[in-house]
């Protein structure tokens, strides 16, 4: 009978030891440490590293050649937009979201266009049968002759598979249900993880092949496994928004070929999801159309993309002892930081007031440029008086009160303007000649508020 080993590893780096500690002594994360129990295992013959010894020589950079297909489009445009243009030939992707958020439709239907590309995928599904995808194909319309479809969780056969059929694109649903042989922990263990990955990391690498792997989240939002992961694939992409609303948000938090921060915008439809052009459009129909005070445009940048949100707040007494500050889709301790101006320097008195702000569409809006749309949303409330409905508001705010400049102002007023606004509010240091839109330059907090309000009141 094999020898039982245990062992504890921290999922946040990955730092192996023989007894549990409170705190890992590599990355200093509290709570971290993970019991996992071994067996002593024989290495096979065919073992991982003895199969992917690198047998070619060195190159010179000057005669490395780049083929003509360095890139190939997946015929989404909002998943290109985060890809950078494209998967690149030999990449490692992982893309991370909550249950149920779209994960392996997106990459079904990706799967789908990229046949029409004249591309050969490979599915792997280690969570779901043959069966069950090919419901899901059917429903999404989707009828590609060089898809091949394999549920398989050992890692072993998976790559025998590939050998064999030699495809252009892999996909791994998911890394948490695949496990090597060649480690006796258990699948979904950090060890199983990183030694998979890294697997899955030399085939790419080796034989040019584009891998793309579905990862699970843990209840905080983080993607499951050794922080290792993130820093062994060449992107990586989560997939977030509100399973109770239609659209999907692709966020690229790192791309080792393109741009980072970039969003992708997709709309949830019984047939799939469908590529949303004008994101603007979508989120500003839930706009109402009567001004009501509390109600503030903004224009914030997600990535290289500019969107127009609404800021809603809401201002009154409070029957409890100590007034509440509710925050949904902005940081909470930067609207402390917003109302403690606005009471310092402005002489708004909030003490004894409730104050809820939350961002429409269900977005996350983390830019400082929406500080003004923040304080003027809130103050309008409170006051009980409109903000213009043809007016957006652009600006960060200092603690003395000042108007602080943001980048891309004129791409913000393009997209302003393109979306039917008539009037701006930006910070005096971005001033410009512009003259698609009225511009109202303000240096103080206080010079915002007398500029924003409707002349015509509701």
Not at 383 to 410: K, M
């Amino acid at each position: 009978m094999a020898k039982v080993k245990s062992k504890w590893v921290c999922s946040e780096c990955g730092y192996e030891t023989a007894g549990y500690l409170g705190k890992c002594p590599e990355c200093g994360a509290w709570g971290s440490l993970i019991e996992e129990t071994q067996f002593a295992v024989k290495p096979t013959s065919n073992s991982v590293h003895d199969e992917f010894i690198n047998k070619e020589k060195p190159e010179l950079l000057k005669d490395i050649h780049i083929g003509e297909e360095v890139r190939v489009s997946t015929n989404i445009s909002e998943f290109d937009r985060i890809l950078g243009g494209g998967l690149v030939q030999g990449s490692l992707v992982l893309i991370a979201g909550d249950p149920g958020i779209g994960k392996s439709t997106i990459l079904l239907q990706t799967s789908g266009e990229l046949c029409r590309n004249n591309k050969k995928v490979l599915y792997i599904s280690a969570e779901e049968s043959a069966s069950q995808l090919k419901l899901r194909a059917e429903r999404l319309e989707i009828s590609a002759h060089d898809l091949y479809i394999y549920p398989q969780t050992s890692m072993e056969s998976i790559k025998c598979q590939i050998e064999e059929i030699k495809p252009d694109i892999v996909i791994i649903d998911s890394i948490q249900a695949v496990y090597s042989q060649n480690v006796a922990s258990s699948a979904g263990s950090v060890s199983q993880i990183r030694e998979c990955t890294n697997l899955l990391m030399h085939i790419a690498k080796s034989k040019g092949i584009t891998i793309i792997v579905i990862g699970h989240v843990t209840k905080d939002g983080n993607i499951a496994g050794p922080k290792v992961l993130e820093h062994m694939v060449d992107t990586v992409i989560y997939f977030e928004g509100d399973k109770y609303k239609s659209y999907r948000m692709l966020r690229s938090m790192k791309n080792r070929f393109g741009n980072t921060s970039e969003v992708g915008i997709f709309e949830m439809c019984a047939s799939g999801l469908k590529c949303v052009t004008n994101p603007n459009e979508l989120f500003l129909n839930e706009r109402s159309q009567v001004a009501v005070p509390g109600s503030a445009i903004i224009v914030t940048n997600e990535g290289t993309r500019p969107l127009l949100v609404e800021i809603q707040a809401l201002v009154g007494t409070t029957p409890y002892p100590t007034p509440r500050r509710v925050a949904n889709g902005v940081d909470t301790s930067r609207v402390l930081q917003i109302l403690a101006v606005l009471e310092k320097r402005v002489g708004l008195n909030l003490s004894k007031q409730d104050v809820y702000v939350n961002v429409m569409g269900g977005i996350d809006v983390s830019e400082p440029s929406a500080d003004l749309g923040i304080a003027l949303a809130v103050a309008t409330c409170a006051r009980d008086v409109v903000v213009d409905s043809q007016t957006v508001i652009i600006g960060e705010i200092g603690l003395s009160g000042e108007i602080h400049p943001v980048n891309n102002i004129e791409k913000r007023l393009n997209e302003a303007v393109m979306s039917g606004f008539k009037k701006a509010i930006i910070p005096y240091a971005n001033r410009i000649d512009y003259d698609r839109i009225e511009i109202v330059p303000v240096k103080r907090l206080m010079d915002a508020i007398g500029a924003c309000i409707s002349p015509t009141g509701r």
